[in-house]
């Protein structure tokens, strides 16, 4: 009964906090555009040398920052799953890490796999979790701020989902901060925005699975995403096509 009405809660500050955001990213991207705009024209304008010129360029900088930002928060509540094709998760994780190879290279970084056997394929958009995936990666990496530094990833089977299970050994999440992390611009970092585990949630659970995550302070994280094997669904081996 209390997990119900805490449940319900929570589902209606998450649903009154998107409702917030998405009228203030709405209210700012038309003066962002002119902001940046009229900018970049008066840094065209002065000539070099010009002392100003630092100072405009560094307005042009944080204007395209809050842009991108504000194209993220748009993106966010109009996606929907577009592509749902047969594929197979080993294959998306080892593509998404390949990707991260001049990070982990730059950060000594090592990724560790432990994938199943012959994964069953399923239907997925493979472009957004390729997404998903690569937040949880980046965050891992961002994470990892002294040795050992190392990324597990994982994949089973387990109670009719397939589990992928990312986890590092970088400095973990507070205790009191968990509950906020999945929230639209919730950050601990300078130039967030905090949208990364938005999309992460937001795309799986538009596959209809979950994602949860456990965490100690200063020893690590670990994040489980949960995919249905029955829906979206299976394809039978004789569909394979890898
Ligand atoms: N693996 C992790 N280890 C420690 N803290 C994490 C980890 N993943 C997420 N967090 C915490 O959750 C916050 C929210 O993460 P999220 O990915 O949504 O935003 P961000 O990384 O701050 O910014 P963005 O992803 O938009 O660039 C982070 O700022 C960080 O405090
Ligand atoms: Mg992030």
Known sequence: ????????????????????????????????????????????????????REYIKMIIEDVARLENMIRQLIELKTMGVSHPEPSDINNIINDTVKSFKKELNDNDIEVKFELMDKAPVILLDSNRVITAIANLIKNAVEASDKPPKLINISTRTRDGNIEIVVSDTGKGIPEDKIKYIFDPLFTSKIYGPGLGLTFVKRIIQEHKGTISVESESGKGAAFTIRLPLKSPGVISDSLRVF
């Open 1 to 52: 009964m209390k997990a119900a009405r805490e449940k319900a809660a929570e589902k209606e500050r998450s649903v009154s906090l998107e409702k917030m955001i998405d009228e203030v990213a709405h209210e700012m991207r038309n003066p962002l555009t002119s902001i940046g705009g009229f900018t970049r024209k008066i840094y065209r304008r002065l000539p070099q040398g010009d002392p100003n």
